[in-house]
């Protein structure tokens, strides 16, 4: 008997060191997860829509995103939720251009085949479309979009 008291004794020496963690509880209920109900939402269908060197036609919706993954560049705008679109019938180009110390992704149409983007603007100066017709019956160089 003296053993056992001698034990508790001892113990209860280093009860306030035990305490200093606190109070310990354990779960009285069981954890029920969210097994069956993950999933649900459809998607949002975003990504690109036209690649590169594809022919687009004025409103054609060229990338949907969230944010500016791409910025907008020639002959394109942005909308509110950051989709790129083409404002002039064309051929879609992506780039990639200097922006302070980091790189940023334009997409941009041009209005022939066969350019290229970022354009040279001082050699070769701004791409312009008017999208007039001629009116003096001369036949001004059409983009045929659709061979």
Not at 66 to 94: C, E, L, N, S, W
């Amino acid at each position: 008997m003296q053993a056992f008291t001698a034990r508790v004794a001892r113990f209860q020496e280093l009860r306030p060191a035990l305490n200093l963690w606190g109070q310990v509880r354990t779960a009285t209920k069981r954890v029920s997860g969210t097994g069956g109900r993950s999933g649900g939402t459809a998607g949002k269908r975003l990504g690109v829509k036209k690649f590169s060197d594809e022919p687009v036609i004025p409103g054609n919706i060229i990338i949907r995103q969230r944010g500016t993954h791409f910025h907008p560049g020639q002959h394109v705008k942005m909308g509110r939720d950051h989709t790129i679109y083409a404002v002039v019938p064309g051929f879609v180009r992506f780039y990639v251009r200097k922006f302070g110390l980091r790189d940023r992704r334009y997409i941009g149409v041009v209005l022939n085949r066969g350019e290229k983007l970022p354009r040279d603007e001082a050699a070769l100066g701004r791409s312009r479309y008017f999208g007039f017709l001629e009116v003096n019956g001369v036949q001004s160089p059409t983009v045929n979009v659709f061979p």
